[in-house]
């Protein structure tokens, strides 16, 4: 992990720079004509697809790979076949979700995302994540640093108590007993969701959350998040292991904050009123 406290690299990659530049090509093709005008469906899981989805996922595959050949995941694969591009975790692969925050895309929320990472034995090393609406190019580049277009990040350190952060927190798919908790006693002054795992990692490395909080994220719902995180000088676990890749890849909760101090105040809070693990509940 880089230092915190190190400068951070000058510019992004020529290859950051390409992977930013397709992002930004398949959003004005394949996406933003669409937003607003799309058909829909429900997967097995009960959750939406749209064809915009399934466009851009096609249009990223043969781009990226232009830019490192090499193995392809997406969300909108089967879970068979994403079980085989994955394999043993030790190959070079594109992780892909065509549009994070979907149900937001279709009835017209503006809050939805590209993200990509490049994963290389089994770790992101290229992440972007791109917010077509505010035109937000989140980046990072393992060990080179992160940045928003071309500024570092985080765009601001915060020196706050946990009672005064702002908080990100999906709420929907934790424990009822400490989503109960958060909701009756927060810790923190102030919550915020918005339906985009991907954009909300970004604005927890911007600055923009003191914490963050999720019950449970699939693989390319974090993998170029947690890059961009790391890279701004965040911290991050799981509610089960202080180590965030500890355990099962394919769906991972985190506990994150920009601040050391803050992040132990916030993964103990959360470990003593989460019933999982043993202890009375915290004041």
Same mark, same amino acid.
């Given at each position: 992990m880089p230092d915190p406290a190190a400068p951070p690299a000058t510019r992004p990659s020529a290859l950051l720079a390409a992977t930013v530049a397709v992002v930004r090509?398949?959003?004005?093709?394949?996406?933003?004509?669409?937003?607003?005008? #799309?058909?829909?469906? =429900?997967?097995?899981?009960?959750?939406?697809? #749209?064809?915009?989805?399934?466009?851009?996922?096609?249009?990223l595959a043969p781009l990226l790979r232009e830019l490192v050949d090499c193995g392809f995941v997406g969300e909108e694969m089967t879970h068979a076949e994403q079980q085989d591009a994955w394999g043993d975790g030790a190959q070079t692969l594109w992780c892909v979700d065509p549009i994070d925050g979907t149900s937001n895309f279709t009835v017209g929320l503006p809050s939805?995302?590209?993200? +990509?990472?490049?994963?290389?034995?089994? =770790?992101?090393?290229?992440?972007?994540?791109?917010?077509? +609406?505010?035109?937000?190019?989140?980046?990072?580049?393992?060990?080179?640093?992160?940045?928003?277009n071309g500024t570092p990040l985080p765009l601001q350190r915060r020196t706050v108590a946990l009672r005064q952060a702002m908080a990100g927190i999906e709420f929907k798919r934790?424990? =009822?007993?400490?989503?109960?908790?958060? #909701?009756?006693?927060?810790?923190?002054?102030?919550?915020?969701?918005?339906?985009?795992?991907?954009?909300?990692?970004?604005?927890?490395?911007?600055?923009?959350?003191? +914490?963050?909080?999720?019950?449970?994220?699939?693989?390319?719902?974090?993998?170029?998040?947690?890059?961009?995180?790391?890279?701004?000088?965040?911290?991050?676990?799981s509610?089960?292991?202080?180590?965030?890749?500890?355990?099962? +890849?394919?769906e991972k909760s985190v506990i994150a904050a920009l601040d050391p101090a803050v992040f132990e105040e916030w993964k103990g809070w959360l470990r003593a009123n989460w019933p999982a693990h043993a202890g009375p509940a915290a004041p």
């Open positions: 090509d398949v959003a004005a093709r394949e996406v933003m004509p669409r937003f607003l005008n #799309t058909r829909q469906s =429900r997967k097995v899981d009960g959750s939406v697809v #749209t064809e915009a989805d399934i466009a851009a996922q096609h249009a939805f995302g590209i993200s +990509v990472a490049l994963v290389r034995a089994g =770790r992101p090393v290229l992440g972007v994540i791109y917010d077509p +609406v505010a035109d937000e190019a989140f980046q990072a580049e393992d060990g080179l640093g992160a940045w928003l934790l424990d =009822r007993a400490l989503a109960a908790r958060l #909701t009756a006693k927060a810790p923190y002054c102030s919550q915020r969701n918005y339906g985009s795992s991907a954009l909300e990692w970004c604005y927890a490395a911007a600055g923009r959350f003191d +914490v963050y909080l999720h019950g449970g994220q699939k693989l390319w719902d974090y993998a170029a998040g947690w890059l961009i995180f790391r890279e701004a000088g965040g911290l991050c676990a509610l089960d292991h202080d180590d965030f890749w500890a355990g099962e +890849v394919w």
